[in-house]
């Protein structure tokens, strides 16, 4: 029997590592293996540029040839058809690539409003040591853009959008239960509780 595939995608700082770390908390103990996307960025010069308004060029980050789409999809091939229990592929842009998401079972967005992005984005950039300054002007250059550009757009092809807000705590929850439900249902294991 083959993995049953999720496909999480949603803009940058979105909650797409939280829900994936939240259905293997809530699935345990099935077998749930994460694959996130980030691992498959191009590097140096096969990473695209974006040019922005002031001139300025940046390496694009958030562009659909920023990634190695077809490595992503044998690896996703390969843990589909070696494991068993769950496979999550999360992403910015995993609902992108129509033959990635001829591989998924469910698809899912994750929404959450561009200033509660913004915000998630910056506080966790200055973690790992960028500058402020930096952040901002990348984020207003082309962050936002590429997210309107390619994106957003991929919401239409999701199965379930599930709420990335932080005060959309009990959307959300039902949203994950009905996930979790799906799955379990799927590989023939009943349901899942509710969590409070």
Known sequence: MRAYVIGIGGGSAAGKSAIAE????????????VINQDRYFRQGDDLPVHAA???RVWRD?????????QRLRDDVRRARQEGTGLLVVEGILVL????????M?????????????????IRRNLSWGYDLSEVCDFYLDSVRYRHRQFCEPTRAFA??????????????????A?????????????????VP
């Open 53 to 55: 308004s002031g001139g």
């Open 105 to 121: 079972d469910l698809k899912v967005f994750v929404d959450a409003d561009a200033d509660e992005r913004i915000v998630r984005r």
């Open 96 to 103: 992108h690539d129509a033959e990635l998401r001829g591989l």
């Open 178 to 194: 009905a996930v979790c439900d799906s799955v379990l249902a799927a590989i023939g294991r009943g349901q899942t509780k509710r």
């Open 22 to 33: 939240e259905l293997q908390r809530r699935l345990a103990p099935l077998t749930v293996q």
């Open 159 to 176: 199965d379930l959008v599930i709420p990335g807000g932080v005060h959309e705590a009990e959307q959300r929850e039902w949203t994950l």
């Open 61 to 69: 980050h958030n562009h659909p040839d920023s990634f190695d789409f």
